[in-house]
């Protein structure tokens, strides 16, 4: 590195020293400054990763390690953040008064994010409310309409690992209480940029004068999500993790609300603790992240477990296995979408006046398609990301593969893991009660829908420029076949349709119906490829094969890109 190169860095440092109101970032920052000066390279490296770039406020707002530096979570970004939204709400309606309600989960600095944002938010003249205590994320976004707010502003990073704190913003209005979508995410960003350069932190305009919101908030909550419970009461034996989060407390109320026996809840993940000491990541797709579940579910004899994961706004499900050394099978995405979609178009056809639209991802099973088809519904695929999902007009039910799922879009527009939950258990009660188990539900969906058979191979990279590199790869030498099929066309999305807008996702179309994926994460350091396979449900053991020899070929193809 140039003389030059560690001079601006250093300058950078010291200068966000200076503005820094948090005195454990500040010792942080200030010992690798020492260092650095001192001629250690080490520090000097890390100065530059923290200082060389900054968190892009996007579509799914900031994420990052809650660390000093502008490429980092902390209260001189988020300070920076909150200034220039209320920039941003102050120049959207100018002859309104914004209004802005704020959440929070239990992530390590997540209170003191959202204070800091009510404080500035009400400094910069805007009605600010805080939420009660830590919370859900389909709270916040309750609360968003609920409360006939301009903005809601949710301090969470969901289920990324235990370092990592980030900040999502949904609008109310018109936006009806949705995530941001693009351009909004770019005039946000714009206005953070500009305080950024202009302005020091700590002589940013506060205020103590922010309202707590009431309890009757989170008790809306509750009752509107118990009402998803339509099914006669089964006694049911339920196990349930919050994944460390904050999850718990709102679910139990919401169970005990709507007449379900409480579930068994994993003791040591029930207290939102942002160590998360009990998992590698506390998302429940990963690998190990459901065995204490596991085994509490098989101490009870536990016939459904029910995971969220730690904001609550996914969630999993697992039924019992005999076959699997766990004792349970954990759905994916797309079995738990597929089966509550059909639940939604079956409860539609029932209305006076049925219709509306079924939706999902662009990554998610065509099994929701299928659904649509049958019962008359509109069906419409989106760009990957609930803030999409949640948008679709005349919308009954939406998910996407990652676990996320709509139920109620009359009440909630977004993912929300908590009426998710109280559905399925709706669903699971409904069956029970006529003695079919999830299992045979599954089976009859295939038997009326045809054999859907999902997979993913998700490749975690160290390297940032590696996702772009396989992207390129594939564009500039697509394979001709995956799995020993024939690809019979490729289309980029980078483009946009008429029916998407522009999205870095390649979609390869098979020669046997079936369909592959790639696209980059938008939260974590991953590239992503999404495998779907349909069959017929007399020739669904061919799924397996087909879905093991594609996978087998795309890691190779990764492998060759960045070779």
């Given at each position: 590195m140039s003389d030059a190169g560690t001079a601006h860095v250093l300058t950078q440092a010291w200068a966000w020293l200076a503005q820094d109101p948090d005195a454990e970032t500040r010792v942080e920052l200030e010992t690798l400054l020492r260092d650095a000066e001192g001629g250690s390279e080490p520090a000097l490296d890390e100065l530059h990763s923290r200082f060389d770039t900054r968190l892009e406020f996007g579509t799914a707002g900031l994420r990052g390690r809650t660390e000093a530096g502008s490429a980092r979570m902390n209260r001189v970004l988020v300070g920076q953040a909150a200034a220039g939204i209320a920039a941003y709400l102050l120049e959207r309606k100018p002859d309104t008064a914004p209004s802005v309600v704020i959440g929070y989960d239990g992530r390590r600095n997540s209170r003191v994010f959202a204070t800091d944002t009510a404080e500035?938010?009400?400094?910069?003249?805007?009605?600010?409310?805080?939420?009660?205590?830590?919370?859900?994320?389909?709270?916040?976004?309750?609360?968003?309409?609920?409360?006939?707010?301009?903005?809601?502003?949710?301090?969470?990073?969901?289920?990324?690992?235990?370092?990592?704190?980030?900040?999502?913003?949904?609008?109310?209005?018109?936006?009806?209480?949705?995530?941001?979508?693009?351009?909004?995410?770019?005039?946000?960003?714009?206005?953070?940029?500009?305080?950024?350069?202009?302005?020091?932190?700590?002589?940013?305009?506060?205020?103590?004068?922010?309202?707590?919101?009431?309890?009757?908030?989170?008790?809306?909550?509750?009752?509107?999500?118990?009402?998803?419970?339509?099914?006669?009461?089964?006694?049911?034996?339920?196990?349930?993790?919050?994944?460390?989060?904050?999850?718990?407390?709102?679910?139990?109320?919401?169970?005990?609300?709507?007449?379900?026996?409480?579930?068994?809840?994993?003791?040591?993940?029930?207290?939102?603790?942002?160590?998360?000491?009990?998992?590698?990541?506390?998302?429940?797709?990963?690998?190990?992240?459901l065995d204490l579940a596991y085994a509490l579910a098989r101490e009870h004899g536990a016939e459904l477990i029910v995971a969220n994961d730690p904001d609550a706004d996914r969630l999993s499900i697992a039924i019992p296995d005999a076959d699997r050394a766990e004792g349970y099978r954990q759905l994916s995405g797309n079995e738990v979408g597929a089966l509550l979609g059909w639940r939604a178009a079956v409860l539609n056809a029932e209305q006076e006046t049925p219709g509306g639209v079924l939706a999902c991802s662009i990554v998610s099973s065509p099994a929701l398609a299928a659904v649509a088809r049958e019962y008359s519904l509109d069906f419409v695929e989106t760009l990957t990301g609930f803030k999409w999902v949640s948008r679709v007009p005349g919308l009954i039910f939406g998910y996407e593969e990652a676990l996320g799922y709509l139920v109620n879009p009359g009440t909630v527009r977004d993912k929300d893991g908590i009426s998710a939950a109280i559905d399925f258990l709706a669903m699971t009660s409904f069956f029970k009660a006529q003695n079919i188990t999830i299992e045979r539900v599954l089976e009859a969906f295939a038997e009326r829908f045809g054999y859907f058979a999902s997979d993913q191979l998700s490749l975690r990279v160290t390297n940032l420029s590696d996702i772009a590199d396989i992207m390129a790869y594939l564009r500039a030498d697509p394979p001709s076949q995956l799995g020993g099929v024939g690809i019979e066309g490729i289309d980029d999305l980078r483009d946009g349709s008429d029916q998407l807008p522009p999205t870095d996702a390649l979609r390869f179309r098979l020669a046997d119906g079936s369909r592959v994926m790639a696209r980059p994460s938008g939260t974590e350091p991953k590239i992503k490829f999404y495998l779907d396979v349909y069959r017929p449900n007399e020739r669904r053991d061919e799924a397996s094969g087909i879905l093991a020899a594609v996978k087998e070929d795309l890691a190779a193809i990764a492998a060759a890109a960045t070779a």
């Open positions: 500035l938010m009400a400094g910069a003249g805007i009605r600010a409310i805080l939420l009660p205590r830590m919370l859900p994320t389909p709270v916040l976004a309750f609360a968003v309409r609920h409360l006939d707010v301009s903005a809601g502003i949710m301090v969470t990073a969901s289920h990324n690992p235990p370092a990592d704190n980030g900040y999502k913003v949904y609008l109310g209005g018109d936006d009806l209480g949705s995530q941001i979508v693009s351009p909004t995410d770019a005039e946000i960003e714009a206005h953070i940029l500009r305080v950024a350069a202009s302005a020091n932190v700590l002589e940013l305009p506060r205020s103590d004068d922010y309202e707590i919101a009431a309890e009757d908030v989170v008790d809306a909550y509750v009752d509107a999500t118990a009402a998803v419970m339509t099914s006669e009461r089964v006694e049911l034996t339920v196990v349930y993790t919050a994944m460390h989060g904050v999850g718990w407390e709102t679910f139990s109320r919401v169970a005990r609300k709507a007449g379900l026996t409480l579930p068994h809840s994993v003791p040591e993940q029930q207290e939102p603790d942002p160590a998360f000491p009990t998992v590698a990541f506390p998302n429940p797709e990963e690998p190990g992240a």
